[in-house]
């Protein structure tokens, strides 16, 4: 008779063997399972041409009702009186409402003026601005652009006001 030792040296080495089976079993129970419910499914280029068609079906009835839109009268709001007309019918009218038009003149374009530095401490009289050259028309009062004040010399930090210039009599 095998003694005790013997048994469970066949035991242990069985127990692998056991659980390696019942693993692959389980494989192959999940592979059953998946096939039985993805067989059903569509496959093959038969379920994309389905698609395809359902798509260009779908393209073909949008450019339809675009192209419906862009060439036929129709109410957008009756309550309100909102309308659409052909857009080859709009263009005509659009054409022929800037036509009536007459095109109004541009201004000069003027480039911005340099500011000019703060006034010189000898009193000399402000000289007018130079007369507009017959090149360049003046520009109509109202399209003139008011001039921004001049900026004001910055403030010492230590609160003192900053000297004036000294004035002559």
């Known amino acids: 008779m095998p003694d005790g030792e013997s048994l469970r040296q066949v035991a242990h080495s069985r127990a692998p063997l056991s659980t390696w089976v019942g693993i692959v079993l389980l494989f192959a129970l999940f592979g059953v399972i998946v096939l039985?419910?993805?067989?059903?499914?569509?496959?093959?280029?038969?379920?994309?041409?389905?698609?395809?068609?359902?798509?260009?079906?779908?393209?073909?009835?949008?450019?339809?009702?675009?192209?419906?839109?862009?060439?036929?009268?129709?109410?957008?709001?009756?309550?309100?009186?909102?309308?659409?007309?052909?857009?080859?019918?709009?263009?005509?009218?659009?054409?022929?409402?800037?036509?009536?038009?007459?095109?109004?003149?541009?201004?000069?374009?003027?480039?911005?003026?340099?500011?000019?530095?703060?006034?010189?401490?000898?009193?000399?009289?402000?000289?007018?601005a130079p007369p507009s050259s017959p090149a360049q028309p003046a520009a109509s009062p109202s399209t003139r652009v008011p001039a921004s004040p001049s900026p004001q010399p910055p403030q010492s930090s230590s609160g003192s006001p900053s000297p004036e210039p000294a004035k002559t009599p």
């Open 36 to 128: 039985a419910v993805i067989g059903p499914a569509p496959r093959g280029s038969s379920y994309e041409e389905t698609r395809a068609k359902k798509r260009m079906e779908n393209l073909k009835t949008v450019r339809d009702e675009a192209a419906k839109a862009l060439t036929t009268y129709g109410w957008i709001d009756k309550n309100k009186g909102i309308a659409h007309i052909p857009i080859d019918r709009a263009m005509e009218l659009t054409v022929a409402e800037l036509a009536q038009k007459k095109p109004a003149p541009a201004g000069p374009i003027a480039a911005a003026e340099a500011q000019t530095p703060a006034a010189p401490a000898s009193p000399t009289p402000a000289s007018p």
